[in-house]
């Protein structure tokens, strides 16, 4: 069973902050995804890592994979109120046609005015 | 820009009757799937489909499931005899390389 381990779970911070959320697994992934959830939505794609030690920047966010393609990292700064939200990592362990994802539980991120 | 359609947005049914969900994927996309999340849990791989057959399913997918592409455009998945855990929302999702997702449909099985 592939795990994906978030943390942290929740996250409550004032806007202006930076913050860091982590995607940890002992698999490896030939990719791996970053979603935001609203409640009652669903999962809206935020970016795509697939080379170990990649880094994306998508304005205020950036995503990191690890070099083993094992982890994941997803930096915010200078939070806004509008980034609340449920942040999802997600991996795929490639191979033929199947491109299952094995998500994470998730990081709840409040950021307060 | 391309998007996942589901319907119904909500459903609700009572144990023991059957449901269809219905999907429609983005247009070039080749790779469909099925997942469900429990309230308050993370989201679960159902089945995944390619060349109008199933490629892989979890053992979430058992026999009361069953998947169907009837026309080029929609992806259906149906719950024959409907429990109540079987209450989630229910995400389609379509790719070439990355999974983009629908908006879900909520079951509520009574």
């Known amino acids: 069973t592939q795990l994906l381990e978030q943390s942290p779970q929740f996250l409550s911070i004032q806007e202006g902050e930076n913050l860091t959320v982590y995607c940890n697994s002992s698999s490896v992934f030939s990719s791996l995804q970053w979603y935001r959830q609203e409640p009652g939505e669903g999962p809206v794609l935020l970016v795509t890592?697939?080379?170990?030690?990649e880094v994306k920047k998508l304005k205020r966010l950036t995503f990191q994979f690890g070099d083993a393609r094992k982890d994941s990292s997803l930096h915010i700064t200078a939070a806004q109120p509008g980034d609340t939200g449920l942040y999802l990592c997600a991996g795929d362990m490639g191979g033929g046609s199947n491109y299952k994802l094995t998500f994470g539980k998730g990081t709840l991120l409040t950021v307060n005015p | 820009e391309p998007e996942v359609t589901q319907t119904p947005s909500h459903q609700v049914t009572q144990m023991g009757q059957e449901v269809i969900l219905r999907c429609v994927p983005i247009s070039n996309h080749l790779y469909f799937y099925w997942y469900r999340q429990i309230l308050g849990q993370k989201v679960e791989f159902l089945v995944s489909?390619?060349?109008?057959?199933?490629?892989?399913k979890s053992e979430i997918f058992d026999d009361q499931f069953s998947v169907e592409r009837p026309d080029g455009s929609n992806f259906t998945l149906k719950i024959r005899s409907t429990k109540l855990e079987d209450s989630a929302m229910y995400f389609c999702?379509?790719?070439?390389?990355?999974?983009?997702f629908g908006p879900g449909t909520r079951l509520l099985v009574l």
């Open positions: 999702a379509s790719s070439t390389a990355t999974q983009y």
């Open positions: 489909f390619y060349n109008n057959e199933i490629s892989e």
């Open positions: 890592v697939v080379t170990g030690g």
